[in-house]
């Protein structure tokens, strides 16, 4: 069981190595980088490559570990034993099964995406370790214990929007997936907008990296952002001249696919007006 990237996923030698050690290892394979490098992308074709299913378990502010494995309903229960319910003798008519649970009885080995973990809180990674670990945890309402039949690949997510505790780390494989390079770009382009023109992409993602290694940039564009400029380049049949940028048109074409703060776009109009008074 080898993944070796997708007709629809361009794969880095480094990230498939790092996808089949974790496979390897049985042990959550933890994918940090930007938002838009395609770490929750690379879960789905990681389940399409190897004819798997996937389970994807979306992490908010406000996600508690336990919902990842079951929520017992007691005030329904109440409620229900109140009006005279026969569901009251069986409580596991008020058990929820969370996205773990639902993995670990699965009939066949799926993927399991926990996606974003560093949205939830700072305890949320601790409180799953020797669930995620020992792959089974123990139901007190029912007095029974949930153990994977088949152990799911665990691929986790995170934006570093805050550290990750190191007891939690140390049961997973990590990988950084770095922002891609322009040989590599060209590459992901191409797959999504196949027999694109040479020239169109040459220059625009020439004016792209160097949207983002122009300092002060508050949010560096990402490849999910690139990929929707040029959509819209191509929807508008935009040739290389037309995104020539010059003193007063400092702002690059369609900017609002590439610039989502205020912040930027001031910064090529103070660009353009500096521009201007050297004219």
């Known amino acids: 069981m080898k993944f070796q990237g997708t007709d629809a996923y361009v794969a880095t030698e480094d990230l498939t190595v790092a996808v089949n050690a974790a496979v390897t290892l049985e042990r959550p394979l933890l994918v940090k980088g930007e938002p838009g490098t395609g770490k929750t992308e690379l879960a789905r074709q990681?389940?399409?490559?190897?004819?798997?299913?996937?389970?994807?378990?979306?992490?908010?502010s406000t996600t508690k570990?336990?919902?990842?494995?079951?929520?017992?309903?007691?005030?329904?229960?109440?409620?229900?034993?109140?009006?005279?319910?026969?569901?009251?003798?069986?409580?596991r008519n008020y058990i929820k099964k969370g996205k773990l649970w639902e993995a670990f009885e699965a009939g066949e080995k799926v993927v399991l995406l926990i996606d974003e973990i560093d949205k939830a809180d700072i305890e949320f990674p601790n409180d799953?370790?020797?669930?995620?670990?020992?792959?089974?945890?123990?139901?007190?309402?029912?007095?029974?214990?949930?153990?994977?039949?088949?152990?799911?690949?665990?691929?986790?997510?995170?934006?570093?929007?805050?550290?990750?505790?190191?007891?939690?780390?140390?049961?997973?494989?990590f990988h950084y997936i770095r922002f891609p390079e322009a040989d590599t770009m060209k590459k992901i382009v191409e797959v999504h907008h196949p027999g694109i023109k040479e020239?169109?992409?040459?220059?625009?993602?020439?004016?792209?990296?160097?949207?983002?290694?122009?300092?002060?940039?508050?949010?560096?564009?990402?490849?999910?952002?690139?990929?929707?400029?040029?959509?819209?380049?191509?929807a508008?049949?935009?040739?290389?001249?037309?995104?020539?940028?010059?003193?007063?048109?400092?702002l690059p074409k369609l900017h609002g696919a590439?610039?989502?703060?205020?912040?930027?776009?001031?910064?090529?109009?103070?660009?353009?007006?500096?521009?201007?008074?050297?004219?």
């Not at 990681?46 to 908010?60: C, F, P, Q, S, T």
């Not at 792959?135 to 949930?146: A, H, K, L, N, S």
């Not at 590439?258 to 004219?279: I, S, Y």
């Open 258 to 279: 590439l610039l989502k703060n205020e912040q930027d776009v001031h910064l090529f109009e103070r660009l353009a007006f500096m521009a201007r008074r050297g004219g």
């Open 46 to 60: 990681v389940a399409n490559a190897l004819g798997l299913r996937m389970i994807e378990w979306n992490i908010k």
């Open 128 to 173: 799953l370790l020797q669930e995620l670990d020992k792959m089974e945890f123990y139901v007190y309402e029912t007095g029974e214990t949930i153990a994977a039949q088949n152990r799911p690949i665990v691929i986790i997510t995170s934006n570093n929007e805050k550290e990750l505790p190191d007891a939690f780390l140390r049961r997973c494989f």
């Open 236 to 250: 508008e049949d935009l040739s290389p001249e037309d995104l020539k940028r010059d003193g007063p048109n400092a």
């Open 199 to 234: 020239a169109l992409l040459t220059t625009a993602l020439t004016q792209f990296y160097e949207i983002r290694d122009m300092a002060g940039l508050k949010k560096k564009p990402s490849t999910s952002e690139v990929l929707d400029w040029l959509k819209l380049l191509l």
């Open 65 to 91: 570990a336990q919902q990842g494995l079951y929520e017992y309903d007691a005030v329904s229960r109440l409620r229900d034993s109140q009006l005279g319910d026969e569901r009251v003798h069986d409580v």
